[in-house]
T-cell receptor, first 117, second 115 residues
Framework: AQKITQTQPGMFVQEKEAVTLDCTYD???????LFWYKQPSSGEMIFLIY??????QNATEGRYSLNFQKARKSANLVISASQLGDSAMYFCAMREGKKGGGFKTIFGAGTRLFVKA | ETGVTQTPRHLVMGMTNKKSLKCEQHLGHNAMYWYKQSAKKPLELMFV???????ENNSVPSRFSPECPNSSHLFLHLHTLQPEDSALYLC??????????????FGPGTRLTVL
């Protein structure tokens, strides 16, 4: 079973509108972190937002917010007021403990977002 | 100097060449990572260094040899690569390795093409 699932290979959104990128995860570890990254065509992975498993409130960073539904194991990214520069690949990632110690970060397959003018 | 830098940004090499990728972080972090990103595949973790000690090697072929001389620098030495090794190689760093809250910050990547 996949640990991180991003079901939308591609998404279109009109400029200035909001868009939700889906992410579901699978873990039995009570302590984990959830991350979203943006990867423009230049290749760099840009950190956007973080949500910890014990955080009571949804994380927000400027136009980005994370809709964290722990019972459903979902961590959707919401981008408000989309801009043309938001066109990129978006990756959801989870950091969890490993058997034997240490932590690992697992990335989803990504969602490509296209913002239309 | 910002964040995490990688050089070169693009590299074309033959299968018999030896080359090295360089990564430098200016964030004061203690952990550094090499990832491979191939087309249409999820990001694959290759190596992890914590305080200059290799703590993870995810079954990477020996033609990839990492080196971490200090906590700010990470190298990936390449020799006798195969065409299927062509990919984007991303370096990342994080404050530490052993905490689930640690955020990884990435460099711009090296686009490697093996002919």
């Amino acid at each position: 079973a996949q640990k991180i699932t991003q079901t939308q290979p591609g998404m279109f959104v009109q400029e200035k509108e909001a868009v939700t990128l889906d992410c579901t995860y699978d873990t039995s570890d009570p302590s984990y972190g959830l991350f979203w990254y943006k990867q423009p065509s230049s290749g760099e992975m840009i950190f956007l937002i973080y949500q910890g498993s014990y955080d009571q409130q949804n994380a927000t960073e400027g136009r980005y917010s994370l809709n964290f539904q722990k019972a459903r194991k979902s961590a959707n990214l919401v981008i408000s007021a989309s801009q043309l520069g938001d066109s990129a690949m978006y990756f959801c990632a989870m950091r969890e403990g490993k058997k034997g110690g240490g932590f690992k970060t697992i990335f989803g397959a990504g969602t490509r977002l296209f913002v239309k003018a | 100097e910002t964040g995490v830098t990688q050089t070169p940004r693009h590299l074309v090499m033959g299968m018999t060449n030896k080359k090295s990728l360089k990564c430098e972080q200016h964030l004061g972090h203690n952990a550094m990572y090499w990832y491979k990103q191939s087309a249409k595949k999820p990001l694959e973790l290759m190596f992890v260094y914590s305080l200059e000690e290799r703590v993870e090697n995810n079954s990477v072929p020996s033609r990839f040899s990492p080196e971490c001389p200090n906590s700010s620098h990470l190298f990936l030495h390449l020799h006798t690569l195969q065409p299927e090794d062509s990919a984007l190689y991303l370096c990342a760093s994080s404050p530490s390795w052993g905490v689930f809250t640690d955020t990884q910050y990435f460099g711009p990547g090296t686009r490697l093409t093996v002919l």
